[in-house]
């Protein structure tokens, strides 16, 4: 699967990887060994800049099609939704998760925000170079933030790429929070999803995102929730499906942040607003108080 790893040495105190592969890997064999591989916990010294990329990346009609239906996105055959190609970038994440460089486990890490810029549609018969890029690092006072960059190319041509940010809670650092609580965009008719307990095995299966505590209350259990918790990707899918009458085709960037988690089955109620240009939502639980995703889509 690796061609070649390059080691570049420092960049101040942090070392720098970059790492070709030859295919997309399989995210299966990833989580076998984000959970059942050990790591010893955070070292406490600056992560390294980790770069990982893989050219010519084709899709299947079929999974782009299955991960539509899924989310809600009316496919055409032909045009990627918006947020498809984090679904190839996501294993290009779960690598640098993986890498012996970082020394904590995954199951200690939160999605906090995820950014999409898309520059054009892309299409499902294009062949993509993919890449990722582990960037920066800072401490704040729930524990270590870092930001992963992720771009996709064709011919040499910027179509798409995305920003995640992830925290690795450090045992001490946390604070008591308040629960989030709803921006004041209208919420005077707001449309209602049904979650079903099977949401989450039916989005891996599409996805190929099996983390554990998205498939089966048993496997949640184990690591510290009483249900089966939402993908926060599927998620912000889920909200850019109900969106696409009005992005259409249109450039432009899409950013959402993570708020309580989403457990299923469940009801919840998503809204959209229009706000200095830019168009606002958010995901909240069935009562309209309490948000699951806020978000807003900027066009370019």
Request: hydrophobic residues 40%; aromatic residues 10%.
């Amino acid at each position: 699967m690796v061609s070649r790893i390059i080691v570049k040495g420092f960049i101040g105190l942090n070392k720098e990887y970059s790492i070709d592969l030859k295919a997309l890997p399989s995210l299966f064999t990833l989580y076998r060994k984000i959970f059942f591989g050990r790591k010893p916990g955070w070292d406490e010294q600056p992560l390294p800049m980790i770069n990982i990329m893989t050219s010519d990346v084709t899709l299947s009609v079929d999974k782009v099609n299955q991960y539509a239906k899924v989310c809600g996105f009316e496919f055409d055959g032909k045009t990627l939704p918006p947020t498809y190609l984090y679904v190839m970038a996501f294993r290009l994440h779960a690598v640098i998760f993986t890498h012996d460089a970082i020394t904590f486990p995954l199951l200690g890490m939160i999605h906090l925000k995820n950014s999409i810029t898309l520059h054009r549609s892309c299409r499902v018969d294009e062949k993509f170079d993919i890449q990722c890029t582990l960037t920066t690092s800072r401490m704040t006072d729930s524990g270590l933030e870092f930001e992963l960059v992720s771009k996709a190319l064709v011919d040499g041509e910027l179509v798409w790429e995305a920003l995640s940010t992830y925290l690795y809670r450090i045992e001490g650092k946390g604070k008591r929070v308040r629960p989030p609580k709803g921006t004041d965009m209208a919420w005077d008719d707001p449309v209602s999803w049904s979650l079903a307990e099977d949401l989450g095995r039916r989005y891996a299966k599409a996805s190929g995102d099996y983390n554990l505590i998205h498939l089966h209350p048993v496997m949640s259990k184990r690591f510290g929730f009483d249900r089966v918790l939402a993908h926060g990707m599927w998620s912000k899918g889920r909200c850019i499906a109900e969106l696409m009458p009005s992005i259409i085709d249109r450039p432009c960037k899409i950013d959402v942040a993570f708020k309580l988690p989403l457990f299923m089955p469940s009801n919840v109620t998503f809204a959209a607003d229009q706000l200095d240009g830019k168009t606002v939502f958010e995901l909240r639980d069935q009562k309209g108080r309490r948000p699951h995703l806020s978000g807003e889509i900027t066009y370019l």
